[in-house]
């Protein structure tokens, strides 16, 4: 068999958790928390399964939860949506950001991708297309729009933004999403904007969604996550919010990837989010709380940070450490520490110049103490 794929292998979030599993380390590598999601959740989860809600959902979604989506999406970012024609319940944002690619992108269309970035790429070549790497800016990682200009031509098709970033933790300010409005429209482009990390911003800032601009909206394909918002990673429960021209093109792909998502979780998330809207309120205290403990346990420590802006990521620097790469040293780190980490050149095409881990900190306050003990120590 010709691979599809040849310079893919198993992603770097597999390859970690599997080390840290075989040696018993603190694993900050893949990003999932190790505490759990509320209670009333499950029970609202359970009661369905248990009532006999288990057959196919609507393809699209089940339409009270594409309701309280739609409501949600109103409060925060002040844009009315037509629930049944601009949301799509995918599994997890990984199923709507490959769908919204196959959706886009045809033979020898272009994409721009900021490095370092999330796994877009392959997505983009089983869809025939080609990424074009752009590097953000450091030492605060942010787009330069002149280069995005520069780089678009007559291939160019899609840009793919996310903001809060992962791995950096960066977000993208107002001026930005201007800025990105202003090249879309200019050069008939479309936007996948990665936004999973919504709720996850500190230091008083709030997130630019592209739904707070109706222009804009006009060219984009909005991702998000339930795994990331409810602590429930292993769900895989997201959704796409599109304009109804995107979102009918979106659900002709969606419905041969996966058709439809699990029902007694839709069921649950539904009346979850009815019950509690103010639960994701709360989460950028609740995680600015432990960015700020594993920051401050690391005071003394020789890995020099700069406090993320958003996602529940942080990336520690450890050339006062260790001359070793970053693919190296994360793999020491893991096999003789005890702690896992992502290394972040494997996000980027061109060579990163300073040696940067990623560690996860939507963990329980213990298991950060106990990591920070640990790397203190170094
Ligand atoms: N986009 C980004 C930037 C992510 O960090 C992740 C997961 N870590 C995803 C998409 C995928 O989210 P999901 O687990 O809902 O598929
Ligand atoms: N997005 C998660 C991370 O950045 C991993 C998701 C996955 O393993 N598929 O750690």
Request: hydrophobic fraction near 40%.
């Amino acid at each position: 068999l010709k691979s599809k794929l040849p310079h893919v292998g198993p992603t770097i979030f597999s390859v970690m958790t599997q080390l840290a599993n075989e040696h018993n380390a603190i694993n900050l590598s893949q990003g999932f928390p190790d505490f759990t999601c509320p209670a009333s959740l499950i029970e609202r989860v359970n009661f369905y399964m248990k009532r006999g809600d288990n057959q196919y959902a609507p393809m699209a979604g089940l339409p009270i939860l594409q309701q309280q989506i739609a409501a949600k999406v109103d409060n925060l970012y002040h844009l009315t949506l037509n629930a049944a024609e601009e949301v799509t319940i995918t599994s997890g944002a990984t199923e709507a950001l490959f769908c919204a690619i196959q959706t886009v992108i045809k033979l020898g269309d272009e994409v721009i991708v900021f490095d370092p970035s999330y796994s877009y790429e392959p997505a983009i070549i089983l869809a025939g297309g080609k990424a074009v790497h752009l590097p953000l800016i450091t030492p605060d990682y942010h787009i330069d729009w002149e280069a995005v200009r520069q780089s678009v031509n007559s291939r160019t098709r899609l840009i793919i933004i996310n903001s809060p970033h992962n791995p950096t933790g960066a977000v993208l300010t107002a001026d930005d999403l201007q800025q990105l409005s202003q090249i879309v429209d200019k050069n008939d482009l479309f936007v996948l904007s990665d936004e999973v990390y919504e709720h996850i911003i500190f230091d008083q800032q709030s997130h630019q969604s592209v739904l707070r601009y109706p222009d804009l909206y006009q060219r984009c394909f909005v991702v998000f996550s339930f795994g990331k918002t409810y602590h429930v990673t292993g769900w895989r429960v997201g959704y796409c919010i599109a304009p109804p021209i995107l979102t009918s093109e979106f659900r002709k792909v969606h419905q041969f990837v996966t058709f439809d998502i699990t029902t007694p979780l839709q069921y649950g998330l539904a009346d979850f989010m009815k019950s509690d809207p103010q639960h994701y309120l709360n989460l950028p205290r609740f995680y600015q709380q432990k960015r700020d403990l594993f920051c401050r346990l690391l005071a003394n420590s020789k890995f020099t940070l700069v406090p993320s802006q958003g996602t529940y990521f942080q990336l520690l620097e450890y050339s006062n450490i260790s001359e070793q790469g970053d693919v190296d040293y994360a793999k020491t780190l893991t096999v003789e520490a005890g702690i896992a980490a992502i290394p972040i050149s494997v996000f980027a095409k061109q060579p990163i110049e300073k040696k940067y881990l990623r560690f996860c900190f939507a963990k329980d306050d213990t298991t950060l103490t106990k990591a920070a003990a640990i790397l203190t120590l170094l």
